[in-house]
């Protein structure tokens, strides 16, 4: 027998229930599950539903640590469902319960809205004067791979919420911006196409901005996807510090290429398949 | 932009207090090491009545105690004041906060400095 379909063993897992239109508050409910070699905690919320309790609510997507939907508080700490293996986590018993620093809209689904609204707020997106450009490209922006590299680790982040969730300051401040939308403000100011520092620092440096970060760092070891938050704070600080005291390094924002005017198609190259739509 | 100061203002009061509290522990506790650079006149310990009577007299001490009370209360009410914020206080108490931490560590700075410009005439 293949090794995967194997059983492991069988784990007593507890799960956070709540329901808003019936419970006053959350309370737990476990199940014995058997557990196979190499199977996902999101493979056995799946294994709960489809065999003991049909009654269980989480969110999942892509399965495979894309999309971000299945973060969840797992034995204590925020991580991906869909990227956990039980065994790695739990030998005899493993808890379950929604991300932290979030209201609950059922059982293990937190309700990300607050952090989306924060986000928003950081503009996260490309920002220039010529927007026009932007909407209606007539070419490409010009972006040295060095330039790329400077952004490029924030650029990883997919918002499943587990920095916001491992904050200890969000915790006892719901107002401040929190990590996800601090280091995407960063991965903004830093990119060589942007100009939208002015705008941003507005947000990103008021009284719930990246001051109330006290380096904790949780942020940085619950990343599934290493992007270390906490570092991008603490670059988002020195940006800041340095336009006050007039030592920013200025940047032109990238300018256009428009598309080659002398390229010569390589003729071994074959030809696009024809329009389907 | 006002945050962005007050942390700015934060870091420079910290790396004054890194330098001048590190003055601070040569002169107090290393001299019998690293020699008394002429800070023990009367020689002996350097907490003796004698040596701090002759050190509240030099210019160059009494501005780098004006300059440690500085940095060491803005550093130390900004920090406090930090800590407080993060216990969630509404707009009102957190304006209070300021105002009393301002006129406070004002209040003692000026008594602070006082303190020294008197002892140099002493």
């Known amino acids: 027998m293949n090794q995967q379909t194997q059983l492991w063993r069988e784990i007593t897992v507890y799960l956070r229930r709540y329901n808003p239109e019936r419970d006053a508050k959350p309370h737990w409910q ?101 927007m026009e450009e932007v909407e209606k490209p007539t070419g490409e922006f010009l972006q040295s791979p060095e330039e790329l590299t400077r952004y490029l680790q924030f650029a990883y982040c997919i918002k499943c919420g587990a920095c916001m969730a491992g904050c200890p300051t969000l915790a006892t401040d719901p107002e401040y911006l929190g990590p996800m939308p601090l280091t995407q403000a960063y991965r903004y100011c830093t990119d060589s196409r942007d100009a939208g520092f002015h705008d941003r620092k507005k947000v990103v440096g008021a009284g719930h901005g990246a001051y109330r970060c006290h380096y904790a760092g949780e942020c940085s070891n619950v990343c599934p996807k290493g992007v270390d938050p906490a570092r991008a704070i603490q670059l988002m600080k020195r940006d800041l510090v340095l336009d006050y005291l007039k030592l920013k390094r200025r940047h032109t924002p990238a300018v256009v290429a428009g598309p080659p005017t002398d390229a010569k198609r390589n003729p071994k190259a074959p030809e696009p398949p024809p329009y389907t739509v | 932009m006002r945050e962005t100061k007050y942390w700015t203002w934060h870091i420079v009061a910290g790396a004054v207090i890194l330098f001048l509290l590190g003055l601070h522990m040569l002169v107090m506790h290393l001299y019998q090491l690293l020699g008394t650079w002429g800070l023990n006149p009367v020689g002996g310990a350097a907490v003796a009545w004698l040596n701090v009577l002759a050190r509240s007299r030099m210019t160059a001490m009494v501005v780098i105690y004006i300059l440690l009370l500085g940095a060491a209360l803005y550093h130390g009410l900004y920090g406090l004041r930090t800590i407080l914020f993060e216990l969630g206080p509404g707009k009102a108490l957190q304006m209070a906060v300021n105002v009393v931490f301002w006129i406070g560590g004002i209040g003692l700075f000026v008594l602070g400095t006082v303190a020294a410009i008197a002892a140099k005439m002493l």
Do not use: W
Request: hydrophobic share 40%.
């Open chain 1, 30 to 130: 476990h199940y014995l599950l058997p557990v196979d070699y190499g199977m996902t905690v999101l493979d056995g919320l799946h294994r709960i539903r489809e065999t003991l309790d049909p009654t269980i609510v989480f969110r999942f997507s892509c399965r495979m640590s894309v999309c971000g939907s299945c973060a969840m508080l797992i034995n204590g700490k925020p991580a991906l469902a869909c990227n956990t293996q039980i065994s790695a986590v739990a030998t005899e018993t493993l808890a379950l319960a929604p991300l932290p620093n979030f209201e609950i809209i059922k059982d293990l689904v937190p309700d990300l809205s607050s952090m989306f609204r924060k986000h928003t707020s950081i503009q996260p997106y490309i920002r220039r004067a010529d």
